[in-house]
């Protein structure tokens, strides 16, 4: 059975009148086994494909090893399916016109599916609403399942269907399965992907060259097998009259899940984390307290880690009041680190929208701010990446310049990667 930890990190002490509390909480799991194999429900993986025409030859005939690539790590026994996207989508296996729309991993079944995957054809637009609507109707035809996940991927805009359709179909999966989401090629618009993968619990990233598709597909395959706790919840609680300013996760990435809490009890909000393997991640947590007097003491929230309403991990956030400076101007270096990586995240975000809009000099602040903070939080390859789009003149003070001939690819690589953290070494 999986076990979980938890570990705080933060400087308790606050000033005369102060009322904000930091902390970073560690949750680690142990022992989390194979998805869909802890007895606590069934797994199920669904392939989404982008099979429209600007996929062309090279980058489908790349896809479709990649996926028959992913359909050998899916263990026996899960549930699974493949959709063909377009400017509609299409179950490509199992071949059910009703009922169930999944079928359970097996020999025959692996077989026949990658049979099915080298029937590909490349035709039609893009509408990757219609892709995650079909996904979530396949996962609901099948009720056991606990643990479901997909891969989406695309390699051009999403032109046939408008923003608003998009968001709509966003919001109507939400909550009901994971998605990993890649991009191949340069084509594609990393804002309207990341949505996506952001909303769904999962990450996304760019795959420059179709040759790589298949060795990232059986990755993010095998990651997803890993993954034995289907679900599991983050709970904070806080006092009465205490206000949560916002629960963000910031390893292994940056995810703010402060607008996706939903009640537990009055005190006690939950935020989703999806499914777990053997890892760790470290959640950013920031409490408005009433300020109390000299050597008053109150705890600031109850951090928990609960699946299937269990909870089985908690760490304590704490606020003492102190007229010592010596103790109340101390910066704890796990929130400084985590509050650097996540200002670092927004800095290249921006930098590179400034850059697309024509706005040079705010491109050039932003993108400046941003080598200087990922030389501050010690993230190298943030900085690797940085170099391909800045010539970076003084890396402590972030003076830079935009290069004026900058490869695509790495101006994308630059964006997927910006939520990517380093960890605090303790």
Same mark, same amino acid.
């Given at each position: 059975?999986?076990?979980?930890?938890?570990?705080?990190y933060?400087?308790?002490?606050l000033?005369d009148?102060?009322?904000d509390?930091?902390g /970073?909480?560690?949750?680690?799991?142990?022992?989390?086994?194979?998805a869909?194999?802890?007895?606590?429900?069934?797994?199920?993986?669904i /392939?989404? !494909?982008?099979?429209? @025409?600007?996929?062309?030859?090279?980058?489908?005939?790349?896809?479709?090893?990649?996926?028959a690539?992913?359909?050998?790590?899916?263990?026996?026994?899960?549930?699974?399916?493949? !959709?063909? @996207?377009?400017h509609?989508?299409?179950?490509?296996?199992?071949?059910?016109r009703? @009922?169930a729309?999944?079928?359970?991993?097996n020999?025959?079944?692996?077989?026949?599916?990658?049979?099915?995957? %080298?029937g590909?054809?490349?035709?039609?637009?893009t509408?990757?609403?219609?892709?995650?609507l079909?996904?979530?109707?396949?996962?609901?035809?099948?009720?056991m399942?606990?643990q479901?996940?997909?891969?989406?991927?695309?390699?051009?805009?999403?032109?046939?269907?408008s923003?608003?359709?998009?968001?709509?179909?966003?919001a109507?999966?939400?909550?009901?399965?994971?998605?990993?989401c890649?991009?191949?090629? $340069?084509?594609w618009? $990393?804002?309207?992907v990341?949505?996506?993968?952001?909303?769904?619990?999962g990450?996304?990233?760019?795959? &420059?060259? &179709?040759e790589?598709?298949?060795?990232?597909?059986?990755?993010?395959?095998?990651?997803?097998m890993?993954?034995?706790?289907?679900?599991?919840?983050?709970?904070?609680?806080? &006092?009465?009259?205490?206000?949560?300013q916002?629960?963000?996760?910031?390893? &292994?990435? !940056?995810?703010?899940?402060?607008?996706r809490?939903v009640? $537990?009890?009055?005190?006690?909000g939950?935020?989703?984390?999806?499914?777990?393997?053997?890892?760790?991640?470290?959640?950013? /947590?920031?409490?408005?307290?009433?300020?109390?007097? /000299?050597?008053?003491?109150?705890?600031?929230a109850?951090?928990?880690?609960a699946?299937?309403?269990?909870?089985?991990?908690?760490?304590? !956030?704490k606020?003492?009041?102190?007229?010592?400076?010596?103790l109340?101007?101390?910066?704890?270096?796990e929130v400084?680190?985590?509050?650097?990586?996540?200002?670092?995240?927004?800095?290249i975000?921006?930098?590179?929208?400034?850059?697309?809009?024509?706005?040079?000099?705010?491109?050039?602040?932003?993108l400046?701010?941003? $080598?200087?903070?990922?030389?501050q939080?010690?993230?190298?390859?943030?900085?690797t990446r940085?170099?391909?789009v800045?010539?970076?003149?003084?890396?402590?003070?972030?003076t830079?310049?935009?290069? %004026?001939s900058?490869?695509k690819?790495?101006?994308?690589?630059?964006?997927?990667?910006?939520?990517?953290?380093?960890?605090?070494?303790?």
């Open positions: 059975m999986a076990q979980f930890t938890a570990a705080v933060q400087n308790e002490f000033p009148g102060g009322t509390v930091n /970073i909480v560690t949750i680690t799991c142990t022992g989390a086994g194979e869909g194999r802890g007895g606590g429900g069934q797994a199920g993986e /392939i989404i !494909v982008d099979t429209s @025409g600007s996929m062309g030859r090279t980058k489908l005939e790349a896809a479709k090893v990649a996926a690539a992913a359909l050998d790590q899916i263990l026996d026994g899960t549930w699974f399916a493949v !959709v063909a @996207g377009t509609a989508a299409y179950l490509a296996y199992p071949p059910a009703s @009922g729309g999944m079928v359970q991993m020999p025959q079944t692996r077989h026949e599916a990658q049979q099915a995957v %080298r590909f054809r490349s035709d039609g637009g509408a990757m609403g219609t892709w995650l079909l996904a979530g109707r396949l996962f609901d035809s099948i009720p399942l606990a479901k996940h997909a891969i989406l991927l695309t390699d051009g805009e999403n032109h046939n269907e923003p608003d359709q998009l968001t709509s179909s966003i109507a999966v939400t909550g009901r399965f994971q998605c990993d890649r991009g191949v090629g $340069v084509d618009q $990393v804002a309207e990341r949505r996506i993968a952001q909303a769904l619990l990450t996304v990233d760019i795959i &420059p060259r &179709p790589q598709l298949a060795t990232v597909f059986a990755e993010l395959m095998r990651s997803a890993s993954r034995g706790v289907a679900d599991a919840q983050l709970r904070v609680w806080a &006092p009465q009259g205490a206000q949560v916002f629960v963000r996760q910031v390893s &292994p990435t !940056v995810e703010d899940l402060t607008n809490r009640e $537990v009890n009055p005190l006690t939950g935020y989703p984390t999806g499914a777990w393997s053997d890892e760790s991640r470290d959640y950013h /947590i920031s409490i408005r307290l009433s300020p109390k007097a /000299i050597g008053q003491e109150q705890l600031a109850r951090v928990q880690l699946v299937g309403g269990e909870v089985l991990a908690q760490g304590l !956030v606020a003492k009041w102190s007229d010592d400076e010596g109340t101007t101390r910066i704890n270096p400084a680190h985590y509050t650097g990586q996540t200002e670092l995240a927004q800095a975000q921006d930098g590179l929208a400034a850059k697309a809009a024509g706005d040079e000099e705010g491109a050039t602040t932003k400046g701010r941003a $080598v200087q903070l990922a030389a939080t010690g993230n190298e390859e943030a900085t940085l170099r391909k800045v010539d970076i003149t003084d890396i402590e003070t972030g830079v310049r935009l290069k %004026r900058v490869d690819a790495d101006e994308m690589a630059l964006d997927t990667a910006s939520t990517k953290t380093t960890r605090v070494r303790h």
